[in-house]
């Protein structure tokens, strides 16, 4: 078997795993790009990709802790219960691949190299990108699909509120983020606790970009506490 080349990476706003969606596609507000490697930059390699709303990502699993055993603790059972490994989409596989769903933004092809933006990645920056491929509605969507353990969407997404200091600071830093607040309260309102560990009040600190986020769920409502510069 011939080795695998990544074609390039994705780039998110996740430089931890801490706060990413445990799924691709359910927090639109997630900006990312392809960052293409030569010669899957060049613009015929994406000729007509425009005409598809989504696409599927294949990458690699860099920054897991190798490969798993037969058995995982799904975090959407409280990471209480095993199911076999092939029974769920756990990062930790025989071989750690990732598939991602993910809505095309836009398809730049008028340069010398491809532009590729997407939205709602469920990856960590820099995640190794395999291939891509177009999803198409008649074949990829099946409506009476079962879903097993993930039968239906997560709980429902959480209100957010910020104290004006934290406010104040997401706006400050929007000039290096463009959609900065949208992108916090999107990805807090997802709720990134795991399932065992919510504990009311509890201060948590999700990372985005160069910027720690501080918050913390009162009575089912997140508060954001802080926003600061990392090394700040």
Not at 215 to 229: A, S, T
Request: charged content about 25%; proline content about 10%; some cysteine.
């Amino acid at each position: 078997m011939p080795p695998i080349q990544p074609i390039g990476r994705v780039r998110t706003p996740f430089p931890e795993r801490f706060g990413i969606p445990r799924q691709g596609g359910l927090v639109e507000a997630i900006p990312g790009t392809l960052d293409l490697d030569a010669p899957h930059d060049r613009p015929e390699a994406w000729q007509g990709i425009e005409a598809f709303s989504h696409l599927w990502l294949v990458t690699w699993f860099h920054a897991g802790k190798g490969q798993g055993g037969l058995t995982v603790r799904p975090p959407r059972l409280g990471g209480n219960r095993r199911l076999g490994v092939f029974a769920t989409r756990a990062p930790y596989r025989p071989n750690p691949m990732g598939l991602s769903l993910v809505r095309l933004a836009e398809a730049d092809l008028s340069g010398p190299r491809a532009r590729i933006v997407i939205r709602g990645p469920d990856l960590l920056d820099r995640t190794p990108l395999l291939d891509v491929k177009p999803y198409v509605p008649y074949c990829d969507a099946v409506p009476d699909a079962r879903g097993g353990f993930a039968a239906t969407a997560p709980d429902p997404l959480l209100r957010v509120v910020w104290t004006d200091a934290a406010r104040r600071r997401a706006e400050a830093e929007a000039g290096r983020h463009a959609g900065l607040v949208a992108l916090i309260e999107a990805v807090l309102a997802a709720d990134p606790r795991p399932a065992y560990q919510k504990s009311a009040g509890r201060q948590y600190g999700v990372r985005l970009y160069d910027l720690d986020v501080h918050w913390r769920v009162v009575e089912g409502v997140v508060e954001v506490l802080g926003v600061q510069r990392v090394g700040a």
